[in-house]
């Protein structure tokens, strides 16, 4: 099992779903807010596929979710089958042909240096918005190699249109809008 399996392992049932809709709220309702009818709204590095599940109750909407690890694709694929939500195996990093109006991350881009963040955000430069979500100044990484940035830190490495703070300024929503 790859070590994000076993990191996620136990959060794939419906009370981490609705764990996530309550302590994710103002990261959900920025990618809500910028969702329009007959967007294809796009996930990258999926994990298990929460995030889509939260917000694929949008009808007027389709949505696509990806991750590298193909562990975590199945993982993602068991979620989102019922919501008929397609998952594909993709590298975010490097980008790959996509018509996205939406993309959105979770827990990605803090796992990198600045200069593949850059990049991963340039990749999707295409998209009307893009929402990536990044912990902020926690006591300790959950995962081992997550940088724990304060805002100004993500100001000055990615230059986010606005970033919203929230659950007591633990929680960053970096947001990125096509003029």
């Known amino acids: 099992m790859s070590a994000?399996?076993?990191?996620?392992?136990?959060?794939e049932?419906?009370?981490?779903l609705e764990y996530v809709k309550v302590r994710y709220r103002p990261y959900l309702k920025a990618?809500?807010?910028?969702?329009?009818?007959?967007?294809?709204?796009?996930?990258?590095?999926?994990?298990?596929?929460?995030?889509?599940?939260?917000?694929?109750?949008?009808k007027e909407v389709d949505?696509?979710?990806t991750d590298v690890d193909p562990v975590m694709v199945g993982i993602a694929k068991k979620r989102l089958a019922p919501l008929?939500?397609?998952?594909?195996?993709?590298?975010?990093?490097?980008g790959f042909a996509s018509q996205a109006d939406v993309v959105h991350s979770h827990?990605?881009?803090?796992?990198?240096?600045?200069?593949?963040?850059?990049?991963?955000?340039?990749?999707?430069?295409?998209a009307r918005a893009q929402v990536h979500y990044v912990p902020g100044l926690y006591e300790a990484p959950t995962f081992g190699d997550e940088r724990l940035?304060?805002?100004?830190?993500?100001?000055?490495?990615?230059?986010?249109?606005?970033?919203?703070t929230f659950n007591g300024g633990l929680d960053y929503a970096l947001i990125f809008e096509r003029n």
């Open 63 to 65: 949505f696509v979710a």
């Open 31 to 58: 990618i809500y807010d910028r969702i329009r009818c007959d967007d294809l709204v796009m996930e990258l590095g999926a994990g298990t596929g929460t995030i889509t599940a939260a917000l694929a109750p949008i």
């Open 84 to 94: 008929d939500v397609p998952v594909w195996q993709r590298d975010a990093i490097n």
């Open 4 to 11: 994000w399996a076993t990191f996620y392992e136990g959060r």
């Open 149 to 164: 940035l304060p805002v100004q830190a993500w100001w000055d490495i990615c230059k986010p249109d606005q970033i919203i």
């Open 107 to 126: 827990g990605m881009l803090e796992h990198f240096d600045d200069d593949t963040i850059r990049r991963v955000i340039d990749n999707y430069r295409h």
């Open 13 to 16: 049932g419906h009370s981490y």
